[in-house]
């Protein structure tokens, strides 16, 4: 396993960490700013953000602060109520693809989305097994695309809280049978994001890691998990101050042979994001060297 | 699958749905007076509440109401810090084995526990798998008990979101290994829960109520899983208000063979336990008829 306590060179900030300071937001500009002069050499910045400050301005600046992306966060969302909507989908995953490929990053991270309108509160119906289909569908159609430009895609399990409004694959395994219908022969096209948020909790982790193996690990998240979590979607910890055994799991992430960056992504309305952007990002820094 | 549409005979109540009216608490006697004025034939109380009541005085309500127990909630809880916590946890473990039997109830439900500590909101270790380890051997301890006073003990998988503070276990198949591990002749002595809330979620649930079978299943508990969900403990729906595909699960558990009680669990700090308690009842028994 990598030594992390001597510098932060395999640290990644994902640009949500950082997307407000005392509760303001903070531009991506100003966040790839904080970064570089920092020494960050890789981020994983939101399209919402990405958005904001124009995807040729954010091209540029990646490129004069010479950052990497570990990921681009973030495409999915494929199940809809209706075809215009799995249409709509599809091709706003395909813009997500070639804004991935105009930032060079690593991968696209799939949220591969839930029922249909239940993130606004209202599902169009109770069909998991539907909705999981036309995940399988939406990802197996955008797959054809990322391979002719050379976009790997990350599936992010995501914790099964989410289920419901916001991703309904959500144990390694699931994702990775996903990836063994789509991508059976490994080419590297289609693997998994591990944010161990999401996964610490699962009892067959360290057996599906093992099966992902360096080929379809194309991504690691950490954070940690608060005692107790307030909040389903923003009260996630600081690495450290929560209950997840952080080295164990890179520790099984790097016997496979990942060698990547270890990203940082923490949604953290009450705590982080009301603090100024340098105090978190020099804890994530810290932290990166001693707990993760 | 059974038709419940006719009258609530399969409809049992746990206790902790009708814990508050109007944001007050009802003693457990006044929630079996309730019960069995409404014709509900069976309940599941939580160990507090008997407590509060004074078990015998239980014992005779249920009697004198001719009330069923569909279980009891609930023994578990078994990890701990040291050897004094491990014992204690045990030999709680055993009263309530006692009082289930004093109760006469079908089963007595396990929330197996989670990171010692992590409740109280400060986890002693970070390794689940040590918590993992203590709560098969708390099982295989309590099981020999348990067996000797005929009452047949229920795992309840909860949902991962409780995985470090109230169960680490976290899917039937989890459960379904310990059940093997430890009743591998299926006698009946050893089964789970299935709670929908906590397992709704889960891509193998089909296979692994099948993989259960009719030895395995002692008790179905519902609700419903709302979005948004706003408390990781106490927003749980009333059957119909969320996104669970009621039906179809239990069409599943009664394939096996299963033909006890459909039992309501609904923890609801924001809305059912701010309502009468009437009004609550009232609904579990038409939610029970139209759409579970």
Redesign the interface.
């Known amino acids: 396993m990598r030594d992390f306590s001597q510098d932060h060179r395999w640290l990644s900030i994902n640009t949500a960490t950082l997307r407000k300071s005392r509760g303001a937001d903070v531009p991506l500009p100003q966040i790839l700013d904080l970064c570089a002069a920092r020494g960050v050499r890789a981020i994983s910045p939101w399209r919402d953000q990405v958005q904001a400050a124009g995807l040729s301005t954010v091209s540029k600046l990646v490129r004069s602060h010479g950052l990497e992306l570990s990921g681009y966060c973030r495409g999915g969302m494929f199940p809809a109520a209706d075809a215009a909507g799995l249409k709509a989908a599809h091709d706003d995953n395909r813009r997500a693809v070639d804004e991935a490929r105009e930032l060079d990053a690593a991968c696209l991270v799939l949220v591969v989305g839930g ?1 249909p309108g ?2 606004a ?3 169009a119906h ?3 097994a539907l909705a ?1 289909s036309q995940v399988q569908d939406g990802i197996a159609r955008l797959l054809d695309y990322a391979r002719t430009v050379k976009m790997p895609l990350a599936i992010e399990p995501l ?3 989410y ?3 916001r991703a ?1 694959v ?2 390694m395994e ?1 994702a990775l049978d996903l990836c063994d219908a789509l991508d059976p022969q490994r080419t590297g096209a289609l693997g998994v994001a591990v944010d161990i948020y999401h996964v ?4 067959k982790l360290q057996q599906q890691i093992a099966r992902a193996g360096r080929d379809r690990l194309l991504a690691f998240h950490v954070c940690d ?1 608060l ?3 307030r909040d ?1 979607l923003n009260d996630r910890g600081m690495m450290g101050d ?4 952080i080295p164990r799991i890179r520790g099984w992430v790097e016997a496979q042979g990942f060698a990547g960056y270890s990203e940082v992504e923490i949604f953290s309305t009450q705590d982080w994001w009301q603090r100024e952007a340098t105090e978190t990002l020099d804890t994530c820094i810290q932290r990166h060297k001693t707990v993760v």
Chains 1, 2 share one sequence.
């Open positions: 029922l239940a993130l509160g209202k599902a109770k069909d998991i999981r914790h099964p809280m289920a419901a409004d309904c959500n144990t699931q610490w909790w699962d009892p998990w005692t107790p979590t389903l929560g209950v997840i055994d």
